[in-house]
């Protein structure tokens, strides 16, 4: 009997993947690289594919870069107009020769530009200052930073990080207790959660939806926006006491104070509302682990009536088409933070399954780095 008839093809895969191996290695050669960057039909892309590898190399440094023009207050500087670069020196407080280096970095990165008139903002400059909570969460990334300085001891998972420090209230109701802990967590979460509410509410109608049940939902800003664009609709905000302490102020800028109700409590520990026919988890099931997760999808099913809907948005993986922001940030977040994962729409799909829904159904995000999306329903 032949290999074909055994394997159905089985030699055609061997060579194929012989074929792969041997192109790999001549890639990988440096003589081939030096012939492809002369080479009149390879060195555009050969220049392509350095210049994108020099990036990688180079990350850590781009991102120090943006660190300090946002530390600097570089970018909110310029935001009324062009500045001379020595006026800009001094607004900063460092030497002029020392700003002239961040300067032409950040025109090299895309964020600054420089001519005649001085140093001023580019629309990727404008944008980033723009985007609500951005630059906190760059002044934020100093914590991760410091747990990746050795990496290779991070993902053999050696030590303590401090992001697990940062945000103990993921282990349990009871760390969220601390006052400061809860509102370090709630500031920083309250303008991107924002950005979160925008992207999900565009794609996911609640229209006809009497009542909205918000799991984990800091002070309120999904709740509110949500009640905000569907003024029919009353809402219940859950989440640690702690926590829900900031909810009246917030819930009253959205003007929907009147139709909500907040339940200080914990999804682990304490039992859920059973009055709403729609419940949302945004940004609560990738930090937390799959036990943890099944067990919170359970309760979720059982209070909700049938017809009900759960709406899932958060970051997600892409898959088996990894995704940079998914896959080559949130998921190394997640890690650093001690609990928790990035899931695939798909594997989410399946959890929501496995706890009885229905209808599963990924959706499209205008901005799929900031969030993913994914609805079921109870039959």
Known sequence: MSDATLGGGLPHRRKRKSLRGWMTRL???????????????????????????????????????????????????????????????????IPPERCEVLVRAG????????????????????????????????????????????????????????????????????????????????????DTQAMVAEETLGAVSLKGRARLLDIGGGTGTFLGSALARWPGMEGILLDLPAVVAGAPARLASFGVEGRTEIVPGSFRDDPLPETADTISLIRVLYDHADDTVRALLAKVHAALPPGGMVIVSEPMSGGRRPARAGDAYFAIYTMAMGTGRTRSAEEIGALLSEAGFTGVKPHRTHRPFITGLVTARKP
Do not use: C, N
């Not at 060195?43 to 781009?62: I, P, S, T």
């Not at 090299?108 to 969460?137: E, I, Y």
């Open 107 to 190: 025109a090299a990165l895309g964020l600054l530009k420089t001519g005649g008139q001085g140093v001023r903002l580019t629309r990727k400059g404008a944008a980033l200052t723009g985007v609500p909570g951005l630059q906190d969460m760059i002044r934020h990334h100093r914590v991760l930073y410091d747990d990746l300085a050795d990496p290779a001891a991070f993902f053999r998972g050696e030590g303590e990080t401090g992001l697990s420090r940062f945000w103990p209230y993921v282990f349990g109701a009871g760390a969220a207790e601390d006052p400061e802990t809860a509102e370090r967590y709630s500031a920083l979460m309250t």
């Open 27 to 93: 890639v990988a050669a440096p003589g081939f690289q030096s012939w492809a960057a002369r080479f009149p039909l390879t060195r555009g892309q050969a220049r392509k594919d350095g210049e994108a590898m020099m990036d990688l190399a180079a990350g850590f440094v781009h991102s120090q870069v943006l660190m300090a023009l946002v530390e600097l207050e570089v970018l909110g500087a310029l935001l009324d107009g062009p500045m001379a670069r020595d006026a800009l020196a001094r607004r900063i407080g």
